[in-house]
């Protein structure tokens, strides 16, 4: 079994929806949740980290954590063709050990 | 803060020569780099792990005497593709993790590598 689970995709969405992407894990030990965007043929960046359960939002970005289920989602409010590029949740515990998802793949349609 | 810097971005080079990539941790010092391989439309591959002042750990299946690696202060490591051929071409991306988690990882811009 993976450390992390990620769906692929592609997601392909019209501009302005809400966009919902998500991360299994398998280790109930970790509590350092990140979410990375990487556009095409340049380096992830990071987007949003959170730690253990719960919600933050940053602008049009929630991420959200649920331990109990061992779930993250990342959600995209009134997405942006800017919003377009490959996303990755990294997920850890303490130390330098992060497991990183396959990532999906977004689109926003114009 | 956090900055990775990774150099060159890109590089074509003949079949059987080497190539170096620079990876420098520019506001925070790094112990432990790790170096990525990205094919087209796939994720990130964890190659080796490369530790300060110490041999690099690689991940099964990647040959060390092909990809040497070497981090030889805090701020740097390199990453040199001897030999190579043209299905070494790709993505090479490294991160350094900052130490602070609200950092998490920080990649370089990546390297885009052609063998021809």
């Known amino acids: 079994q993976k450390e992390v689970e990620q769906d692929p995709g592609p997601l392909s969405v019209p501009e302005g929806a809400i966009v919902s992407l998500n991360c299994t894990y398998s280790?109930?030990?970790?509590?350092?949740f990140m979410w990375y965007r990487q556009y095409s043929r340049k380096g992830p960046e990071l987007l949003m980290y959170t730690y253990s359960s719960g919600n933050k939002e940053d602008g049009r970005f929630t991420a959200q954590v649920d331990k109990s289920s061992k779930y993250i989602s990342l959600f995209i409010r009134d997405s942006q063709p800017s919003d377009s590029a490959t996303y990755l949740c990294?997920?850890?515990?303490?130390?330098?050990?992060?497991?990183f998802g396959t990532g999906t793949s977004l689109t926003v349609i114009p | 803060g956090a900055v990775v810097s990774q150099h060159p971005s890109r590089v074509i080079c003949k079949s059987g020569t080497s190539v170096k990539i620079e990876c420098r941790s520019l506001d925070f010092q790094a112990t432990t780099m790790f170096w990525y391989r990205q094919f087209p439309k796939q994720s990130l591959m964890l190659m080796a792990t490369?530790?300060?002042?110490?041999?690099?750990?690689?991940e099964q299946g990647v040959e060390k005497d092909k990809f040497l690696i070497n981090h030889a202060s805090l701020t740097l490591s390199t990453l040199t593709v001897t030999s190579a051929h043209p299905e070494d071409s790709s993505f090479y991306i490294c991160?350094?993790?900052?130490?602070?988690?609200?950092?998490?990882?920080?990649f370089g811009s990546g390297t885009r590598l052609t063998v021809v």
């Open positions: 990294a997920i850890g515990s303490t130390g330098n050990q992060f497991y």
């Open positions: 991160s350094a993790y900052t130490g602070a988690h609200i950092y998490g990882y920080t």
């Open positions: 280790n109930s030990a970790f509590q350092y």
């Open positions: 490369s530790n300060e002042g110490s041999k690099a750990t690689y």
